[in-house]
């Protein structure tokens, strides 16, 4: 099988501890040439934290859109990169909601920007949850957490209060394999 695009090269552009974006010059099938900026980002998970038909919701200031904004808990590796999903989704609920969950369940993987970036969601549904304590990084002290029912979530995504892109993902994920 011919690729559909041939990498012709390859150059970083920019580089931190939480991205990349790469330039890559590139040949399409038909033989003529262009440019692809890629970010390169670590794969992140998205929790769906429910509990006796509540979900927990979390808002926080997004600088880049200049709005606060509210989305399920979610988060990637910031210093380690790891395989184990579900350690990275329980440190996440953790974080920022000071739930813990019983019963993690990997219910699939999104791509958030697949013509941008590399960077997978991988979807959890935390249930049997208990409150402890949040252990919010500095970045998240303006975060508030708040349960609701799901019908006043679904009044969010109508109204169009809930805009988070992995968050819409996840709870329609779960709605369509009858988990919510």
């Known amino acids: 099988m011919t690729e559909e695009i041939t990498t012709l090269s390859s150059r970083i552009a920019y580089e931190n501890r ?4 790469r330039e890559d010059r590139i040949r399409r099938r ?4 262009g440019l692809y900026g890629v970010v390169e980002r670590s794969d ?9 038909g509540r979900i927990t919701l979390v808002e926080q200031y997004r600088y880049p859109i200049r709005a606060r904004q509210w989305e399920l808990p ?28 019983a019963s993690l369940r990997h219910a699939g993987q999104i791509f958030q920007g697949a013509g941008i970036s590399n960077q997978r969601g991988h979807v959890f ?6 409150q402890g304590a949040h252990e919010r990084e500095v970045s ?3 975060l508030i957490c708040r349960d ?7 009044a969010m995504v109508r109204d169009n209060v809930l805009q988070d892109a992995p968050s819409l993902a996840a709870l329609g994920m779960l709605r369509m394999q009858s988990l919510l």
């Open 140 to 142: 998240e002290q303006d």
């Open 30 to 33: 038909d033989g003529s040439d």
């Open 125 to 130: 549904l935390a249930t049997g949850l208990t």
């Open 148 to 154: 609701f029912s799901l019908a006043e979530i679904e």
């Open 44 to 52: 992140f998970v998205v929790v769906v934290p429910l509990q006796d």
């Open 74 to 101: 979610m988060g990637t590796w910031e210093e380690q990169h790891g395989p184990d999903l579900a350690t990275l989704a329980a440190a996440e609920l953790r974080e920022e909601t000071g739930l813990v969950a």
């Open 18 to 21: 939480w991205l990349r974006v």
